[in-house]
């Protein structure tokens, strides 16, 4: 599938800021959990934080194809990164999704001219891979609301600008059952817990934050009451998915470079033989092209179905960050065998890979929930 001539030329100028900025200091975002700042800021400089933000307040308009692309471009040299930058193009999506002026001028605007970072906030120890029944809880005291609740594994966390935090309603108030709010970095109550320490992902800086009686303006409120259900399958979900699947492929891509080059550049003394010689690499190598050549395809599907609202693009959609974790996790598994020992190394490329890898099953809608859904939305069953 050919990429729109607009989408080709924000790929290109993503994969020069990826050269130039982001994959250089790749290894050292790892080891030493470094939030990727460097890739941010090189990403906003490059005008490309208003990804998700429309073309008529700044941005680029693009839709969950460009986050997928853009995501895969970065995920081949920084998943980190990737998933930072993923995390961002998100918030934005949400808060775009139905934005009011007041919050177009003051957070789309910002975030199209490269100003303003955000983030999603959903996930909670209590209701864990389950991230659409958060326990967080608002209340509307007429002049504000006061968000009081715990989140987990929020990445960016303590580097965005702003956190899309979802919320139930503590009684009947106006604001519906489950809402997500802008919730301003600098806002009194925000506690920063732990920081983070992952296996792998180990730039992302996914935090705990703890939300005490914090102020929020009525204006930060996510569109409007009862829509809470629309939020999470029509806009969270996928482009979250899309953001993940993208970051994912890009990473399985990646892993596959690396082994071609190793199974070109390996030839033992003894025979004169190169690894790429030997038949059984020959077909290993070939099955790792064919799932990230399928996977590829599968996430371009759902995208391009997504964008035009297609009456079945559900399956695909729900299937293609499950497969793009299926896909990572098997490809960069197959590197770290067919690379031998130069890939066991401490802190070998491969052995990032294969650790940043690991995050793609569990990191909400997880593996398990989105098979089961996509198998409840072809046999005609409500996802829940
Ligand atoms: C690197 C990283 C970054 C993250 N970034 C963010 C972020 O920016 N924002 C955010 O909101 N969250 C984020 N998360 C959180 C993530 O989306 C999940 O909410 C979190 O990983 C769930 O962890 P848990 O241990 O509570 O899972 P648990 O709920 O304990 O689940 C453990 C396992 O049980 C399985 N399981 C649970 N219920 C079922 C079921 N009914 N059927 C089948 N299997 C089931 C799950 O699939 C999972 O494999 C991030 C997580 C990671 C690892």
Redesign the pocket.
């Known amino acids: 599938m050919e990429l729109p001539a607009y989408l080709q030329s924000l790929q290109e100028r993503t994969a020069a800021v990826v050269e130039a900025e982001i994959a250089p200091r790749s290894s050292q975002v790892d080891q030493a959990a470094q939030w990727p700042a460097h890739s941010m800021k090189a990403l906003g400089e490059a005008g490309l934080l208003g990804l998700m933000v429309p073309a008529a307040l700044g941005g680029h308009g693009q839709g969950l194809l460009g986050l997928s692309v853009i995501t895969e471009a970065i995920g081949r040299a920084c998943p980190s990164s990737a998933?930072c930058f993923g995390?961002h193009c998100v918030g934005t999506a949400v808060i775009a999704a139905k934005a009011t002026e007041f919050q177009q001028e003051h957070y789309l605007r910002a975030i199209a001219e490269g100003r303003h970072i955000t983030?999603?906030?959903?996930?909670e120890?209590g209701?864990?891979?389950?991230?659409y029944v958060p326990q967080t809880r608002i209340e509307d005291t007429g002049q504000h609301f006061l968000v009081d609740g715990t989140?987990?594994?929020?990445?960016?966390g303590g580097h965005a600008d702003s956190y899309v935090v979802s919320s139930v309603a503590s009684s009947d108030s106006d604001a519906g059952d489950f809402s997500c709010l802008i919730v301003d970095s600098d806002s009194a109550g925000m506690n920063w817990l732990d920081p983070w320490l992952?296996f792998?992902?180990r730039g992302?800086s996914?935090r705990p934050l703890h939300l005490d009686r914090v102020q929020v303006r009525h204006e930060n409120l996510l569109g409007e009451e009862g829509d809470q259900v629309w939020y999470v399958f029509e806009v969270v979900a996928p482009f979250f998915l899309m953001a993940m699947a993208g970051t994912y492929l890009g990473l399985a891509q990646a892993a596959l470079d690396v082994t071609g080059e190793h199974l070109r550049a390996r030839r033992y003394t003894h025979s004169g033989e190169s690894l790429r010689d030997i038949e059984s690499m020959q077909t290993r190598y070939a099955e790792m092209w064919m799932a990230v050549e399928k996977t590829r395809a599968l996430i371009r599907e759902a995208s391009r179905r997504g964008d035009i609202n297609h009456p079945e693009a559900l399956p695909f959609i729900l299937s293609c960050k499950a497969d793009a974790g299926d896909t990572v996790v098997r490809v960069t598994n197959e590197a770290m065998t067919l690379c031998g020992g130069a890939a066991y190394r401490e802190n070998s490329r491969i052995g990032q890979m294969l650790r940043d890898a690991r995050?793609a099953?569990?990191?909400?809608p997880?593996?398990?929930?989105l098979k089961?859904w996509a198998g409840r939305s072809l046999l005609g069953l409500p996802l829940l």
């Open positions: 998933l995390m983030t999603l906030a959903l996930s120890h209701s864990g891979a389950h991230f989140k987990q594994f929020v990445t960016n992952g792998g992902m992302n996914s995050a099953h569990i990191m909400s997880t593996t398990d929930l089961l």
